[in-house]
């Protein structure tokens, strides 16, 4: 059995040598050319990190928009019609050019059970979206809930 185990040892160490020594033999040209594969591997690497440099980017002024319209609220149900006594939450949101509702973020806290209730609820809300131009556009929104 251990003459076995020497045996596959010396026959992993003998395949590793002559994989060695082949690949550091000469480098390979490239036909009808004088350059080998390494150097111009070298060339090509060196030319790639070159050109990836981070460029200034020029500020662009933003659109205006000659025709605006504000989102209009398709379906906005209010999450705290079950909690008589919660205090005054406020969100802010950003209503996508598919009119769904995106990254709110509670600016007034009332608790954590009625914040969670209060995104999950605002996170479910579908708006026709705003429109610039005739084009769907993203529009901030910021709504406050109340218990009074």
Known sequence: MPLRKLCIVVLMVSASLTSLASV?????????SGASVTLR???IWASAVHDSEFAAIPRTAHTSCA??????????????????????????????????????LIL?????????????AVRSWRYRPAMCNGVPAEAEGKIEFSSR
Do not use: C, M
């Not at 550091?24 to 009808?32: A, D, E, M, Y």
């Not at 609220?73 to 969100?91: C, E, F, G, H, Y």
């Not at 007034?108 to 999950?120: K, Q, W, Y």
């Open 108 to 120: 007034e806290s009332a608790g954590a059970i009625e914040d969670r209730n209060v995104l999950a």
């Open 41 to 43: 591997e070298h060339q």
């Open 24 to 32: 550091s033999g000469s480098s390979l040209q490239i036909p009808n």
């Open 67 to 104: 025709a605006a319209q504000p989102p209009q609220a398709l379906a906005t149900p209010n999450p705290l019609l079950d909690q008589p006594d919660a205090n005054k939450i406020t969100v802010s949101f950003i209503i996508g050019a598919d009119g769904r509702v995106h990254s709110p």
